[in-house]
């Protein structure tokens, strides 16, 4: 059981690369809550799937490209592809691709309120646990 059955989860397939994709809304203190549950307190080390490729990374995994303009919190909307180097590689062409989150396509899967501010996420690889 992921924790995210808990969660209103509204059908978005009509506009999901993926087809079926679900979204998912909650509150900041229960993404954290399920984060944790999933990965342990280390934000760090939390995993998130890029909604159009499948690419998982972690915030840690974006720390070699920071003077790229690549921070902790690029993991929950952006795909790695966009530092690493992948740039030019399209959508549903391989991964990791150059996908954010905050473009025109919003194909992020999660919606967390943080007080009146809803912000796009990624999902959580929940297959990979703590």
């Not at 059908?11 to 079926?20: L, Y």
């Not at 974006?62 to 966009?82: Q, V």
């Not at 959508?91 to 954010?100: D, H, Q, T, V, W």
């Amino acid at each position: 059981m992921s924790g995210l059955e808990d969660f209103k989860v509204v059908d978005i397939s009509d506009i999901s690369a993926k087809g079926g994709q679900k979204l998912v809304a909650m509150t900041k203190e229960d993404w954290t809550k399920l984060g944790t549950q999933l990965f342990g307190s280390d934000m760090m080390k939390w995993r998130f799937v890029c909604p159009a490729c499948g690419n998982v990374a972690t915030p840690m995994d974006f720390y070699p490209f920071r003077d790229k303009g690549a921070k902790p919190n690029s993991a929950t909307c952006e795909c790695i592809g966009r530092y690493d180097g992948h740039i030019s590689v399209k959508m549903g062409e391989g991964k990791p691709c150059n996908y954010a989150g905050y473009g025109l396509i919003d194909l992020c899967p999660v919606r967390v309120m943080d007080r009146d501010e809803e912000v796009r996420c990624f999902s959580f690889d929940e297959k990979a646990g703590v």
